[in-house]
Each structure stands twice: as C-alpha cells, then as structure tokens.
C-alpha cells in the first residue's frame, strides 16, 4: 500500500522531495522499528529484514520527506527534532492502517505514559486500575526515565505526568492536582526529630537536588537564605542514597515519600514552602488516538477523590 499518492502515482509535492516510488507503510514501519530500537542492526531483526534493506528503506523515507528523521552521528541512533515530530504522524498512520485490516482489534496499540519520579502519586493505583477495567484493548505502560519531561520530547513515550513548571517547547500541559512539598531528611539525623520543618531548618547545611528530573533548585529559598552548600545527583535513586547517608537533606512533593520509602529516610512536612503542580504533558502534534481518554479520566479520578473528601 502506498501513502500520499499524486495523480500520477508519485507520492508528495513539495519541492525538494523524492520524484520516485511511492512511499509505503513498510518505510512507516522501519523507521518505527529503528526509533524504538535506537539501532539499525536491532531494527532489522525485529523486522525480519537485512540491515542493508532496513537502512535504505529509511534513507528513501528522508529523501522523500526532505528531512532527516534520524541522526547517525553515534553508535546509538536518536531521532531528530523532525523524527520525533513524525514519529507520532508514523504510528498513527501505522495504527490506522492496521486497525482498518483488523477490526477484531487483534492488534493492541499500548499507550505509553512516562515519569520521572512519583508517578500519579496517591492516584496511580487507581489510574492504572481504572483504566484496564474499561480499555482493556489499549495496554497503558507506565515507565520511569529519569528526564525533566520522563522521555516525552525525545519520542519515547506518548504523554508524561510531570511535576514543576515545564518549559520544554512543543508540549501541552494540563494541571491536575497540586502537591504540598515534604523534606527528606537522615532518619537518624537531629531533624528527622521534629514534626514538621521550614525552609530556614534546611538551610543550613547541604541540600541534596536532583538536577536531572527533580522539581527542586536553590530559587525556592529567598534570596538572602539559600543553603550553604548543596549536592547534585542525576536520579531519585542517588537522592535517596545521598540523604540517607547524612550528606544532605533534599525536598520534595507529597507523593515521593509514598512512592519511595526509605529505611534511612524520614519525610517531614514543609510548612513555608509552595505547593507543586503535576501536570498531563503531551506533545503538541498528532498522538496516540487513546490520549483523550487518559486526560479525562486522570481528571475523573482526581476529581473524584476530592468530592469523596
């Protein structure tokens, strides 16, 4: 089957693009296959196909498109800005395609749904609950990256639940719920003691931030009591690590001491610090047909919990 033909079997009519065969979804399919793989050589035997093949069929799809989808200047493969904007044009084609030939929905589309820590917090049982008792034809996978926007803007997932301002560009972002902020502190330490903690408790000593993923930077404290000394890491995993081992204390939302308990970590309200909106991200392009429905029933959910309040 081909895509976008013109009247004279041509696919395409922009200046620039490729006058030759039409483009198929065999080419839709190799560069789905290279940009979940992130490799040519994985890509082909997924495919069944010789690495050569693969590798041509996707240089014919960025000779017609004009553009190059994927940048070969590493071992790994990584999509460009356009790869990741075709990306979903790809899969939704691809879906369409494969729905039209297969309306017993055989074939399951899985909606992908990134975080880079804390999830859905308090809601995500439910979500995920909720969501297979009533779309138990479109699995939604809920993976960690430890990225500020969980893997969205480089094409890896489909939508993110993410915490904190965003300032990514090419995303569309929805406020669901807001979160009080808790300090994580030594469990052993003088401030794990106390019922509840300030600002100004931390301030004093080193302040452990997740630079990677994390919400937390030194513009929560005024500008005439920032912390004396503070310690980077690159995931939540370190942060805890690093807490519990007395060489800082970090903040964070509500959730994270739900969703990650430490033994070496006691969580602490915060009392003076402002409240962390989470947020539904998507990118602003053509996406997975389900994501309407995980909007709504993230708000249902979350809506629901407060009137049960």
């Given at each position: 089957?081909?895509?976008?033909?013109?009247?004279?079997g041509?696919?395409?009519n922009?200046?620039?693009?490729?006058s030759?065969?039409?483009i198929?979804?065999?080419h839709?399919?190799?560069?789905?296959?290279?940009?979940?793989?992130?490799?040519?050589?994985?890509?082909?035997?997924?495919?069944?196909?010789?690495?050569?093949?693969v590798?041509?069929?996707?240089?014919?799809?960025?000779?017609?498109?004009?553009?190059?989808?994927?940048?070969?200047?590493?071992?790994?493969?990584?999509?460009?800005?356009?790869g990741?904007?075709f990306?979903?044009?790809?899969?939704?084609?691809?879906?369409?395609?494969?729905?039209?030939?297969?309306?017993?929905?055989?074939?399951?589309?899985?909606?992908?749904l990134?975080?880079?820590?804390?999830?859905f917090?308090?809601?995500?049982?439910?979500?995920?609950?909720?969501?297979?008792?009533?779309?138990?034809?479109?699995?939604?996978?809920?993976?960690?990256?430890?990225?500020?926007?969980?893997?969205?803007?480089?094409?890896?997932?489909?939508?993110?639940?993410?915490?904190?301002?965003v300032?990514?560009?090419?995303?569309?972002?929805?406020?669901?719920?807001?979160?009080?902020?808790?300090?994580a502190?030594?469990?052993?330490?003088?401030?794990a003691?106390?019922?509840?903690?300030?600002?100004?408790?931390?301030?004093?000593?080193?302040?452990?931030?997740?630079?990677?993923?994390?919400t937390?930077?030194v513009?929560l404290?005024?500008?005439?009591?920032?912390?004396?000394?503070?310690?980077?890491?690159?995931?939540?995993?370190?942060?805890?690590?690093?807490?519990?081992?007395?060489?800082g204390?970090?903040?964070?939302?509500?959730?994270?001491?739900?969703?990650?308990?430490?033994?070496?970590?006691a969580?602490?309200?915060?009392v003076?610090?402002?409240?962390?909106?989470?947020?539904?991200?998507r990118?602003d392009?053509p996406?997975?047909p389900?994501?309407p429905?995980?909007?709504?029933?993230?708000?249902e959910?979350?809506g629901?919990?407060?009137?049960?309040d």
């Amino acid at each position: 089957m081909s895509l976008g033909r013109s009247g004279d079997g041509r696919t395409g009519n922009a200046a620039g693009r490729s006058s030759g065969r039409g483009i198929e979804v065999r080419h839709l399919r190799a560069f789905l296959a290279i940009a979940d793989e992130g490799n040519v050589t994985r890509a082909a035997a997924r495919l069944r196909l010789t690495q050569p093949a693969v590798s041509r069929t996707l240089a014919a799809l960025e000779q017609h498109l004009g553009i190059r989808l994927v940048d070969r200047s590493t071992h790994h493969l990584v999509l460009t800005p356009e790869g990741v904007a075709f990306r979903d044009r790809a899969a939704a084609a691809v879906a369409a395609f494969d729905e039209a030939l297969d309306s017993g929905g055989l074939r399951h589309w899985p909606l992908r749904l990134g975080h880079a820590w804390s999830a859905f917090g308090p809601y995500t049982t439910p979500l995920l609950r909720r969501w297979q008792e009533r779309y138990p034809q479109t699995p939604l996978e809920l993976l960690r990256i430890d990225d500020r926007t969980a893997g969205l803007t480089r094409g890896e997932v489909d939508a993110a639940l993410l915490r904190g301002p965003v300032e990514a560009p090419g995303l569309v972002t929805e406020v669901l719920f807001e979160e009080d902020r808790v300090a994580a502190v030594a469990a052993d330490g003088p401030l794990a003691a106390r019922a509840t903690l300030r600002l100004a408790d931390l301030a004093g000593g080193t302040v452990v931030l997740n630079t990677v993923s994390g919400t937390t930077t030194v513009d929560l404290w005024p500008p005439d009591s920032r912390p004396a000394a503070t310690l980077t890491v690159a995931n939540t995993d370190d942060w805890l690590t690093a807490i519990a081992a007395g060489r800082g204390a970090g903040v964070s939302a509500a959730s994270t001491a739900e969703m990650h308990p430490h033994p070496g970590v006691a969580y602490r309200p915060l009392v003076d610090a402002p409240t962390v909106p989470v947020l539904l991200a998507r990118r602003d392009a053509p996406g997975h047909p389900a994501l309407p429905k995980l909007a709504a029933l993230a708000r249902e959910i979350v809506g629901r919990d407060a009137t049960d309040d």
